[in-house]
């Protein structure tokens, strides 16, 4: 696609009282080299291609031209340019509590391998971008994709960006969000997922079965397997396969951090350079593992101990991605299926849709007792916790890309002309020179077109100072390369630590009355109970049936379940525990007010 056919657009980035970052646009090209605005910007507003240059979302957007999806037909087709596409259908999510047979949740994500399949100069996004797609119903119509909330990896910052896809089927707009909302949910900061056997989503044959039923109740229009919808595939479920996407995806932090302790020892340093070598050496990479495996273990062998207790206490501060499994259906999986019956799901699907979704606090994800926490166990040798594999996959490294770095190592081999140099010892003097210095030292991993970017300069530089080849190594970016560069310098961008000024806005928004304009990465609050003239006003204005469903929910998660603020929140420490007599206040509030509603 030439420069001239992109379409050019302004980015509006909103400084709200928790530092959210609101964009609203509608095509750009944010993926290789950016189109800059025709216009000069005022001070308040930037490029969009800054801002997602890098970032998974902005590989489909340029897929489909540089626009934003339209449909979710369209979002599906535009993932398949990059390889299969892996879906999850939950009709019953425990984040969109709304959600239901005829309107469900979708995840989509881009199919994960060991490490990526992708060519060196396409995108990797496997393990890499995560879409949940929400469907609402349309009257004597099939229902409609109107939403998509994405969890992208950002390679210029190295980390995931949040961030919603609003108004499908008119004027789709894309929007990054404030991580500080959606992190009450998502407290990995990257993707989550229910356990296996996924009870609550189509996994589950008598799910799938009931949603068959809501979805296409005549039986001719099931003939010949008529199952999609607005491009998902209703009855067809991908579990195990998205479940593996989103462990990967949700492990990248911590595999991270393992290589930055893997580096704080000489020794460990010395496994890293096998380990880099092992990623540019020909072959699967699951027999470079074996082969490398005795190199890693002994050159680490005398210091692992104290590697091994940093790493074992990393597993342990980790923030989980697995949510327990809940079936409100009453539909549990057994060895031999589920139990429960269509009927049963079909009659708490009516009774979801009242308002009656059946979620204890205990199954919804802003509370830390949703997840569950894996064992974390001391490993027994080097080779046990790190390999080629883990590192390649954690940089973002494909099979195309160990075909350019193997093949163009022998390549250079051949042009130096000398027998002791070998691609073996020519990728050692790479990965342990100047390009990858402070990786060794500091363990901070570039993420994978800035690796390939400082292969290619260290081999440059190899090639001309120490082996005496005046031209070097030249190639054009285009050639190995399909993301932007990254500048130098450039680290990761750190997030501001916010003080919360209130018990619950820091997470919640407060809507009084009507539908959400957008999507809500949390449930909007009828008014803040903390505030007291703005809850006596909403008691004043509010129907009475309102005033008992709105007061009894705050009620039950303020005062009995007492579980907001979240245990694992900075509000629950500073509001609940140092001034728990606010909460004895806002208590009483509630439970007045609900008496009196309910008499009334």
Not at 124 to 136: H, P, S, Y
Not at 267 to 284: N, V
Not at 479 to 503: D, F, H, M, N
Request: glycine share 8%; with cysteine; proline share 6%.
């Amino acid at each position: 696609m030439s420069m001239s056919s992109r379409t050019k657009i302004r980015l509006v980035v909103g400084l709200v009282p928790i530092l959210a970052l609101g964009l609203v646009l509608h095509g750009f090209s944010a993926w290789g080299s950016p189109a800059k605005p025709t216009k000069e910007l005022p001070a308040d507003q930037t490029d969009a291609n800054d801002l997602l240059a890098g970032s998974a979302i902005a590989a489909v957007i340029e897929g489909n031209d540089g626009k934003v999806p339209a449909s979710g037909e369209q979002l599906y087709q535009v993932l398949r340019q990059f390889g299969e596409v892996d879906q999850l259908v939950i009709p019953f999510s425990a984040i969109s509590l709304d959600s239901g047979l005829s309107n469900p949740r979708v995840i989509l994500t881009p199919h994960t391998a060991s490490i990526g399949q992708a060519d060196v100069d396409r995108p990797n996004l496997g393990g890499r971008l995560f879409l949940a797609l929400n469907l609402e119903k349309v009257v004597n119509a099939d229902p409609q994709v109107t939403s998509v909330e994405f969890i992208s990896w950002n390679s210029r910052r190295r980390q995931f960006d949040f961030g919603v896809i609003e108004s499908l089927g008119s004027a789709p707009q894309i929007k990054v969000v404030d991580g500080i909302r959606c992190f009450s949910c998502h407290k990995n900061r990257g993707p989550i997922l229910g356990a296996k056997p996924w009870s609550n989503t189509t996994h589950n044959d008598i799910i799938r079965r009931a949603t068959e039923l809501a979805l296409f109740p005549a039986p001719q229009a099931r003939v010949g397997g008529r199952d999609r919808i607005d491009g998902i595939a209703m009855l067809f479920s991908q579990a195990p396969e998205v479940d593996a996407a989103v462990r990967q995806g949700a492990s990248l932090y911590r595999d991270r951090d393992t290589f930055r302790l893997l580096s704080r020892d000489p020794d460990g340093r010395k496994a890293f350079s096998i380990l880099l070598c092992g990623i540019a050496s020909p072959g699967g990479i699951e027999k470079v593992d074996q082969d490398i495996k005795g190199n890693v273990n002994k050159a680490f062998s005398r210091s692992f101990s104290k590697f091994s207790s940093g790493w074992l206490n990393l597993q342990k501060t980790s923030k989980s991605s697995i949510l327990n499994d809940f079936s409100p259906a009453g539909s549990v999986g057994t060895p031999r299926g589920w139990s429960g019956s269509t009927s049963i799901v079909m009659k708490y699907d009516i009774s979801r849709l009242s308002g009656n979704h059946g979620l204890t606090s205990a199954a919804q994800p802003s509370n830390p007792k949703a997840f569950i926490k894996p064992q974390a166990y001391a490993p027994g040798q080097p080779s046990s916790v790190v390999s080629a594999s883990l590192l390649a996959r954690t940089i973002g490294l494909t099979t195309g890309d160990r075909k350019f770095l193997s093949d163009t190592l022998s390549h250079s081999v051949k042009r130096v002309g000398k027998g002791e140099v070998t691609p073996a010892t020519l990728a050692r003097e790479v990965f342990e020179g100047g390009s990858f210095e402070d990786l060794l030292n500091e363990g901070e991993l570039p993420d994978r077109e800035d690796f390939k970017d400082r292969f290619v300069a260290g081999l440059d530089s190899a090639l001309r100072n120490a082996h005496g080849l005046q031209d070097g190594f030249v190639i054009s970016r285009s050639e190995y390369a399909s993301g932007p560069r990254i500048p130098p310098g450039e680290g990761l961008l750190k997030e501001p630590k916010l003080v919360p000024t209130t018990a619950c806005l820091a997470c919640h928004s407060v809507r009084a009355e009507g539908k959400a304009r957008f999507v809500e990465p949390l449930p909007a609050l009828a008014f803040d109970p903390f505030d007291k003239a703005a809850r006596q006003t909403w008691l004043r204005n509010a129907e009475k049936k309102r005033r008992v469903d709105v007061l009894g929910r705050m009620l039950k998660r303020l005062a009995e379940d007492k579980d907001m603020p979240p245990t694992d929140s900075a509000e629950h420490e500073i509001f609940r525990m140092n001034n728990a007599a606010s909460f004895e206040e806002a208590k009483k509030f509630l439970e007045t007010s609900l008496k009196h509603a309910k008499a009334n």
